[in-house]
C-alpha cells in the first residue's frame, strides 16, 4: 500500500538540474564501486569479507574521495582566476570606453 505525497512533493518539483547531479552521482558511485570489487575482492570461496579486502576497499574509497575533492578544488581556483580574468578585461573595456 502507497502512502500519498501531498500536493507540491512530487516529482514535478525536480528540475532538470538535480536529474543531472543525481545521474551524474550514481555514475561516479557505481564507478568507484566497480573499480575497488575489482581491485580489492579476488577470493569468491566464503561468504565473507576478509579483512584484507576489506582494508583494500576502504583505502580504494579514501583515495578516490581525497582524488575527487583535490579535483573539484583545483577546479574552483581555475573558475575563480578565470572570473577575476573576465573580470579584469570587462574593466579595462570600460576604462577604454570612457
Do not use: H, W
Not at 564507478?31 to 569479507?49: A, W
Not at 584484507?52 to 579535483?71: D, G
Amino acid at each position: 500500500m502507497s502512502v500519498p505525497l501531498p500536493p507540491g512533493a512530487g516529482l514535478e518539483n525536480i528540475d532538470g538540474e538535480q536529474i543531472k547531479t543525481f545521474k551524474d552521482f550514481l555514475i561516479s558511485y557505481n564507478k568507484l564501486t566497480e573499480l575497488c570489487f575489482t581491485d580489492c575482492v579476488n577470493d569468491f570461496t566464503s561468504r565473507n569479507i576478509k579483512g584484507k579486502e576489506e582494508k583494500c576497499a576502504l583505502n580504494c574509497l579514501e583515495k578516490f574521495l581525497k582524488v575527487n575533492q583535490r579535483i573539484s578544488q583545483r577546479f574552483q581556483e581555475f573558475q575563480v582566476l578565470a572570473n577575476e580574468g573576465a573580470i579584469a578585461a570587462a574593466q579595462k573595456m570600460e576604462k577604454g570606453a570612457s
